[in-house]
């Protein structure tokens, strides 16, 4: 659980990085329509989240570091009976004040009134520029409106966007921001071992979608993203959704899911023989791509590269392609014209965190930024096997991917979903 202070350490470490002359503004997510009169589930925007741990839409936070008092300002929705009997409690404005620890809260109503008044004195305005279009187009017309009253003389000259800012800070996890991706991490673990032994001849996609939805919704938490259920050549559509048809008796399922615990992702992928028993060549290419794995993991370390363990298992899974005969060439030159992209088409992780693919740069001047104590990465290498003439008849239509969610330590990297079987063995001993 993140609490109020830690919340407000964020905010204000923001302030402090944003400078006296700056004014920030951000938004909460706005509703999505799903169809006819009824919505999507409400899901608050990351970032915002990040800074409030208020998940109510209609609402805008305003930051003005320079100001004396009154610095961190919340604009939502009012308390109203009515409403809140059909929808549910609503913070108000006291609540933004108390809970959040706002130094002031108004209605959302006002803000078109109250905020181009806030601006004077600001020099730069930071938002997320081009996150929302119509808050962009507020504030810019905001910023015209002060301007215009005072000749242009008034008012914030530079918009800057706030991207790098807040999502250099996001990138580090504090220990309860880890404590929450662990918490993500078991639960969505536990949920990946009860599909794997679920699963049996005779099931479908969906029924192993349940296990899983079933394990998440036990503990109040929700799919951090689209699951990923993909009997057979299913696998090898990337972000194949349909989750809907009969396994193969004699194939494999690839499930990649993980849920969020207080808005904190996990990421998982798991690849298993729908009988309980892999064939040989199926084996064959499940050790190479878990070995793969097993020289990524070695690489997230602080210091080294963000991009070496992608380099890794590149290497790996190229240099076990030409063992199958299923590449042929030289290693090096395989690799410098990215051959393996037949079968490895996808990159070998990304950050995680609020979003499943986190923010934060990748590179920074030019290079591949360096991993850092308590960043946290997916490590998920994948062969993906068309059904091309020149392919031997028994690597044909299978897909693998194995993923699992490393936390950068002070040396040894730590898998926080270590708890889902991962040898072929093991999870042939659960299966069983
Ligand atoms: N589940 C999305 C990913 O693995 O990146
Ligand atoms: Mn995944
Ligand atoms: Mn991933």
New binding site residues.
Partial sequence: MIRAEEFARRRLRLMEEAGEQAMVVLAAAPEAIRNGDSHYPYRQDSDFFYLTGFAEPDAVLVLLPGREKAQQLMFCRERNPERERWDGPRLGLEGAREQLGMDDAFPIEDLDEILPGLMEGCERIYHLVGKDLQLDQRIIGWRNRLRAAHKGERGPGELVSLEHLLHEQRLIKSRDELRCMNKAARISATAMTRAMRRCQAGASEADLMAELLHEYHRHSCQPA?QP?VAGGDNALVLHYIANNRALPDDGLVLI?A?CEFQGYAA?I?RTFPVSGRFSPAQRELYDLVLAAQNAAIDQVRPGRPFEAYHEAAVRTLTAGLIELGLLSGDLDQLIENQTYRRFYMHKTG?WLGLD??DVGDYRLEGQSRVLEKNMVV?V?PGLYIGYEDDIPEQWRGIGIRI?DDIRVTGDEPENLTRSVPRLADEIEAVMR
């Fill in positions: 993203y990923i990649d993980g990421d992928s990304h499943v693919h997916t998920e993923e």
